[in-house]
């Protein structure tokens, strides 16, 4: 909601110059284009093989992310190429749409590991600041705005990257594992609520569940079609998702990804849910708890070993408390990192 006591970000935020980048390794420095895509793949699998191996960025993520509408790869994407042609570094700065309390500048990309420690690093987030800075300043939203890096705790060379670039540890995020050997507790909601299979046919009533549930969760928007088809599609996995339903009325949403592809570096095979939301006029009512029943039961019964999740520590609807009502326990931590304007 625009808060009329703010200013315009435009009026808030001056637009700085471009910055341009320099280092005596990199030969080129240039935007992306959809022909980079494997090149662009490589180096975030690089990245994440070393950062956290236990979850990877897919080709079909890279694309998709290449791909926004919103993301004008010519100014809001950056390579650093050597002199032999390798990609060693990948800059993004990501505007989502949908705005209602909020506008963010997502920081996304890295180095190369091999390329690591060599001050590359700095001048890549150094120019994504200022992209950043360009965009808000672009903006007529009178809303905060929020440049915004994430760092695995696991990688503690990008935490000091982005704290030196004025970024603030603002969030703490546990990774959750449920051990599928365990027993699953027998809940159920209170009232008549039906829990069925996700079906594409109630996806926009799906999109706007979760979109009205979120709205209290930190730093949360409400998500473009094209993010919505994004979380829907890939390694989505149908038949591991459920919905809530009263009546007619989606009330509670529970998405899931299985994504062979992390299994090597989980140690185990394994569901990941995405998302679970209850929209606000049927909490209270045991539906959370019901439909991760569901999603265990379901795992399981695919022969799959555990379920992982991601929960913001400081969630306002006691979801932490939830998971771990329901036999997950924490086993990493990624941290959300925030230069406020």
């Given at each position: 909601?625009?808060?009329?006591?703010?200013?315009?970000?435009?009026?808030?935020?001056?637009?700085?110059p471009?910055?341009?980048?320099?280092?005596?390794?990199?030969?080129?420095?240039?935007?992306?284009?959809m022909?980079?895509?494997?090149?662009?793949?490589a180096?975030?699998?690089?990245?994440?093989?070393?950062?956290?191996?236990?979850?990877?960025?897919?080709?079909?993520?890279?694309?998709?992310?290449?791909?926004?509408?919103?993301i004008?790869?010519?100014?809001?994407?950056?390579?650093?190429?050597?002199?032999d042609?390798?990609?060693?570094?990948?800059?993004i700065?990501?505007?989502?749409?949908r705005?209602?309390?909020?506008?963010?500048?997502?920081?996304?990309?890295?180095?190369?590991?091999?390329?690591r420690?060599?001050?590359?690093?700095?001048?890549?987030?150094?120019?994504?600041?200022?992209?950043?800075?360009?965009?808000?300043?672009?903006?007529?939203?009178?809303?905060?705005?929020?440049?915004?890096?994430?760092?695995?705790?696991?990688?503690?060379?990008?935490?000091?990257?982005?704290?030196?670039?004025?970024?603030?540890?603002?969030?703490?995020?546990?990774?959750?594992e449920?051990?599928?050997?365990?027993?699953?507790?027998?809940?159920?909601?209170?009232?008549?609520?039906?829990i069925?299979?996700?079906?594409?046919?109630?996806?926009?009533?799906?999109?706007?569940?979760?979109?009205?549930?979120?709205?209290?969760?930190?730093?949360?928007?409400?998500?473009?079609?094209?993010?919505?088809a994004?979380?829907?599609?890939?390694?989505?996995?149908?038949?591991?998702?459920?919905?809530?339903?009263?009546?007619?009325?989606?009330?509670?949403?529970?998405?899931?990804?299985?994504?062979?592809?992390?299994?090597?570096?989980?140690?185990f095979?394994?569901?990941?849910?995405?998302?679970?939301?209850?929209?606000?006029?049927?909490?209270?009512?045991?539906?959370?708890?019901?439909?991760?029943?569901?999603?265990?039961?379901?795992?399981?019964?695919?022969?799959?070993?555990?379920?992982?999740?991601?929960?913001?520590?400081?969630?306002?609807?006691?979801?932490?408390?939830?998971?771990?009502?329901?036999?997950?326990?924490?086993?990493?931590?990624?941290?959300?990192?925030?230069?406020?304007y």
């Amino acid at each position: 909601m625009t808060d009329d006591t703010l200013p315009p970000l435009r009026e808030r935020v001056s637009a700085p110059p471009s910055h341009r980048p320099q280092h005596p390794e990199i030969a080129e420095w240039r935007p992306a284009t959809m022909g980079d895509v494997d090149a662009v793949h490589a180096v975030f699998h690089a990245i994440d093989t070393e950062d956290h191996p236990n979850y990877l960025t897919n080709r079909e993520q890279v694309e998709e992310e290449l791909g926004y509408s919103f993301i004008d790869l010519e100014r809001d994407s950056l390579l650093a190429v050597t002199a032999d042609g390798r990609v060693a570094a990948v800059g993004i700065v990501m505007e989502p749409p949908r705005q209602e309390t909020l506008v963010r500048e997502f920081m996304n990309g890295g180095v190369h590991p091999e390329f690591r420690g060599r001050g590359i690093g700095r001048e890549l987030l150094a120019w994504q600041r200022a992209r950043g800075e360009q965009k808000l300043a672009a903006s007529e939203k009178r809303l905060p705005g929020w440049l915004v890096g994430y760092a695995d705790v696991r990688a503690p060379g990008r935490q000091r990257l982005l704290e030196a670039g004025g970024f603030e540890v603002v969030r703490y995020f546990q990774t959750m594992e449920r051990d599928l050997a365990e027993p699953i507790p027998e809940v159920s909601a209170v009232g008549v609520v039906r829990i069925e299979p996700y079906r594409a046919e109630l996806s926009a009533a799906v999109h706007a569940a979760r979109d009205d549930a979120f709205r209290d969760h930190w730093g949360s928007q409400p998500l473009s079609d094209e993010q919505f088809a994004g979380l829907t599609s890939g390694t989505f996995d149908a038949s591991l998702s459920f919905v809530a339903m009263v009546d007619d009325v989606v009330a509670g949403v529970l998405l899931t990804d299985v994504a062979e592809e992390d299994w090597a570096g989980q140690g185990f095979t394994g569901s990941y849910v995405s998302t679970v939301a209850v929209t606000r006029p049927y909490r209270g009512r045991r539906i959370a708890p019901t439909l991760l029943r569901a999603v265990l039961e379901a795992s399981k019964a695919r022969g799959l070993e555990k379920v992982v999740l991601d929960v913001d520590a400081e969630n306002p609807t006691g979801a932490l408390g939830l998971y771990t009502g329901m036999g997950f326990v924490t086993s990493q931590q990624e941290l959300g990192l925030v230069r406020a304007y």
